[in-house]
């Protein structure tokens, strides 16, 4: 019902900054909360931040202070500013959706590479 596309990854040296995006098209009105989710090589997913449709927004203990998830409703697009990169943030970024009735995120982009190098 919903489909997200990431975009704004890349190659960026430690300290540096990216900011990444999701447009999500279809049952948008239906959608509750955003988040983005991150897999490093080897390692299993996992939660990187979330804002709520009330703009109420949670985050890893691995990147608060540094990352900040935004929106903007009239686009449709969900945002993920990140500072002050470092290593261990490589991985893919895949943004997702919870949509109303829903139990957890259940729509899931494609994913876009981010690399930070030393």
């Known amino acids: 019902q919903v489909q997200l596309v990431e975009s704004g990854g890349g190659l960026v040296q430690a300290g540096g900054s990216l900011r990444l995006s999701c447009t999500a098209s279809?049952?948008?009105?239906?959608?509750?909360?955003m988040g983005w989710f991150r897999q490093a090589p080897g390692k299993d997913r996992e939660f990187v931040a979330q804002i709520w449709s009330s703009g109420n927004t949670f985050y890893a203990d691995s990147v608060k202070g540094r990352f900040t998830i935004s929106r903007d409703t009239a686009k449709n697009t969900v945002y993920l500013q990140m500072n002050s990169l470092k290593p261990e943030d490589t991985a893919v970024y895949y943004c997702?959706?919870?949509?109303?009735?829903?139990?957890?995120?259940?729509?899931w982009g494609q994913g876009t590479q981010v690399t930070v190098s030393s």
């Open positions: 997702a959706v919870q949509l109303r009735g829903e139990g957890d995120f259940g729509s």
């Open positions: 279809g049952r948008t009105f239906s959608t509750t909360r």
